[in-house]
């Protein structure tokens, strides 16, 4: 079961006391469940502060001038207490190392857990599913030195979903993977979205990794939004991308081609679409 | 050139890294060390400047032993930019940053002058010759690490993830610059999981896995091996499985306007 | 260094000793540490050596409680010419300097039986506040990652020419500036990402968090509380 406007910006705008302009303006927005939602955009864009924004960071850890609503799950993030919000939204930054705090990995998936007072029993039981769904529970006694970079970030993810939150966000989590690994990380968000109906939003540059699994594109630059839309709808050929998106190379070629005259049924945002449309 | 030979290294705490290494990497090349992570391209190429020396084995530098020189006297002719950017900037102006090497390695100060000119021009940073590099942007502190080691004219030069946090203008800047190194006869060697910007350099291919090399072979070869590929935690660019997706089974089209005339002479025909 | 730091790192292993509440481990360390202090002659110094040497067989770490003793042993020679040249008679500065050892390995001992999880627990129990808690298991936990960073800015500088053995010692101090500098700086970053991830994951939230696991006391602890309880009195009262 779908639902609309789990996530909402009304024209919200955030300026860092350190900073002297605003890093977001007028940001309206609306994010639903069951969606895998993918932010790119330049270094410096506000992507990061969108989300510090979502997850309540913004304004309890970061102060500045907030003007707008953030609201999430019905709750404004504004006036809300953080443990209201942590309960709905999980954040896996993008460095999995500064999220393991502990000395085992099943200690430190207990960690949100410990935090939100259930009962041990709970706690016991969650850590162990979670670990089967992410194919981790042998590394349960392990140490964080112990672990790679891919079983580090799959414990930092653990440690996340334990917490069974609404919404998912990830800061650019395939930074430190290699290809195959990350591809095999999308399968599982792919997973994780259609099966329990999260609402997944990852920021990302490699935008030839997950592009295939994204229901919507949103495009921020300067600390604009200035595509909000279907990867095919942000791709039409008849219109313009900033320079500094890195476009996956099916996109790029789809538009070359339609704009030398070649007819497509619809814009490719990847391989397969490319290749049926050749063929056709 | 830079030659490996029977190299073994182990670490400290006795674990193989590296395991009967013999590669060759000719002068004026551009070689791309690819792989899954843990494979050991890192422990490889930090024995060509010497940071590691081999458990057994050698490794030649125009074939001197690197185990005759210090990390400071092979750094001369190799230079090294890291992935992480904050691990090297420490000055309290770019200049400074740049000036660093050229110091420590005790250029006469008419050379010195000429490369600090010359570098701050081609990574445009004059205008922020005074600012602390600490305080730029990611990509502008990479770009004042290449400078500083640029700085000092290496032969040979070693990029390791250059392209991580690089959006799409930043990377092709990046790729004409080691276009160009290697038109001034440098020696390029770069670690990327990168597989479009590689498909872009073109460059030959050293496939890595368990601290084995797997496979040796141009972009055009090792691309199109998917068991390889598979193996070695790699996979294939765009542009290959489209066109194997199409059919085409000779050689590649190398860019976006080739790939568009070898389909509209699909079309036609 | 490294020698060093191996007597106080926890090994883990399936010993008897590892295999108590580490309550038991800590008392244990305490009552060796505390007849250290007390007892003065010879004798009974000699037999709490043979004590630690005991526990350190059982808890299979003769090796590296060995290097912690040479290390006390260089540390405690220095110590026994200082008394003897102060004055005091050779007996009595050997005294001083069995004790040193002593107290030493019986802190070390605790250290390497017991796990930095264990070691959590038990300053929970102790009802020391969250926060502080926390903040010791965290530098624990980040100990071996700062050390890689160290590690890897030395390479990064290295490659650049920074020769950290040569020039004379004003000199040598500076070369220092560029590994400093970028380690603070990434440590502090760091802190600030440590401190988001704590928030997101509900740090604080509750004054009462639950736990995990819950330490319970054994048979088989409470019959080494027991026995150790009774030696460590039996010492004391024997040595009046």
Partial sequence: MSVKDLIRFNDFSFKYNSRNDKVLENINLSINSNEITVLAGPTGCGKSTLLRAIVGLIPNMYEGEYTGEVIVDGIKIKDAEIKEIAKRVGFVFQNPENQIFMFSVERDIAFGLENLSLEQEIIKKRINEIMETLNITHLAKKAPHELSDGQKQRTALAGVLAMQPKILILDEPTSLLDPKTA????????????????????????????????????????????????PENVFDYKKDVIPELSIPFSTKLYRELANNSMKFSKPVTGVEDMIKEVKK | MIKFENVNYNHPDGTNALNDINLEIPENSITAIVGNNGAGKTTLVKHINGLLKPTTGTVRIKNEDTRKSSVAELSRNVGMVFQNANHQLFADTVKNEILFGLNNFRFNEEFIKERYDFVIELFKLKKYESISPLKLSGGEKKRVCLASVLAWNPEILILDEPTVGQDELQKTVLLEFINQLHINKKTVIVISHDIEFLWRLQPNIVTM?????????????IFRNEELMNKVGIIPPQIIKIFEGIGIKDEMPLSLEDSCTVIKNLRNS | MQFIANGFIYRKSNSIIHKLDPRVKLLISIQLFTLALLVSDLYNLLIIFVAISIFSLLAKITQRLLRTMIFAAGFSMLILIINYFAGYSLIYSVQIALRFISIVCSTSLFFLVTSPDELEYVLRWFRLPRDLVFAFVTSVRFVPVILMDTLQIMDAQKSRGLELEKGNPIKRIKKFVPILVPLIINEVIRSGELAEAMESRGYGISKKPTSLYSLKLANYDMIVIVITIISFSSIILLGY
């Fill in chain 2, 209 to 221: 896995s368990g601290g084995n090399i797997v496979e040796i072979g141009n972009s055009e070869k």
């Fill in chain 1, 183 to 230: 591809t095999e990380f999308m399968e599982l968000m792919n997973k994780l979205c259609k099966e329990k109906g999260m609402s997944i939003i990852i920021v990302e540059h490699r935008l030839d990794l997950v592009l295939k699994y994204a229901d919507k594109l949103i495009i921020l630059s300067n600390g604009k939004i200035i595509s909000n839309d279907t």
